[in-house]
């Protein structure tokens, strides 16, 4: 029997990257409990609900946004669509699934931050830049997988706000590549193993 899959588009690897930004972004100057924040949203999410109200005269705290942007089969790591790995269930019964090669894909999130100095900014971006070069990738274990992220180009944004929130936040973007992440696909069961069989022959 075919079992359909219900599974969230790249769900372990979006907290994974926001798990990233949460532990490599920092400012020494603020409480731990007012530090940087971190959410995953996209950037006019972001700005109605945390930038607005900065200015209208609130406190700016570090605010940091990822969303997953695009995502493309990984080049030259596609397999061929009729590979088969047969596997034992997990308690020794007589189940077997038959497992076909998940397909696997290349992701890229954009991150934007804003914070109210240059002189804070440019120390999340040192933070960001360093924590995952192209030559010494951040590395993780997802659903048994190897996983790395890579930080990619930087740039100032602070010219894409209103006027308004330009006298009171700067703000930056960059990417995150995950060179390889993958989707699971349907699984067939087997129950019992064939014990014997009765063949009869018409001559």
Same mark, same amino acid.
């Given at each position: 029997m075919a079992n359909h899959l219900e599974h969230f588009w790249f769900l372990p690897y979006s907290v994974e990257v926001k798990n990233f930004l949460k532990e490599s972004l920092y400012l020494s100057a603020y409480p731990e409990d007012k530090n940087v924040g971190v959410y995953y949203t996209t950037p006019s999410r972001a700005f109605a609900k945390f930038i607005v109200p900065v200015i209208n005269g609130s406190n700016l705290n570090p605010t940091v946004t990822v969303?997953?942007?695009?995502?493309?089969?990984?080049?030259?790591?596609?397999?061929?669509?009729?590979?088969?790995?047969?596997? /034992?269930?997990? %308690?020794? +019964?007589?189940?077997?699934?038959t497992m076909r090669?998940? $397909?696997?894909?290349?992701?890229?999130?954009? @991150?934007?931050?804003?914070?109210?100095?240059?002189?804070?900014?440019?120390?999340?971006?040192?933070?960001?830049?360093?924590?995952?070069?192209?030559?010494?990738?951040?590395?993780?274990?997802?659903?048994? /997988?190897?996983? %790395?992220? +890579?930080?990619?180009?930087?740039?100032?944004?602070?010219? $894409?706000?209103?006027?308004?929130?330009?006298? @009171?936040?700067?703000?930056y973007g960059f990417d995150i590549k995950v060179s390889r992440a993958y989707l699971p696909l349907n699984y067939e069961e087997y129950y019992g193993i064939i014990k014997e069989t009765d063949v009869v022959f018409d001559v």
């Open positions: 969303h997953l942007s695009s995502h493309q089969p990984a080049p030259g790591q596609m397999p061929g669509g009729y590979f088969k790995k047969y596997k /034992q269930s997990k %308690d020794n +019964e007589l189940v077997f699934e090669h998940p $397909l696997p894909y290349e992701l890229n999130y954009r @991150v934007t931050a804003w914070a109210a100095r240059q002189s804070e900014m440019d120390i999340l971006m040192y933070q960001a830049m360093t924590a995952a070069p192209f030559n010494r990738k951040y590395a993780k274990i997802v659903e048994g /997988q190897w996983m %790395d992220i +890579e930080v990619l180009n930087v740039q100032s944004e602070s010219n $894409l706000e209103p006027g308004e929130a330009q006298d @009171v936040s700067i703000r």
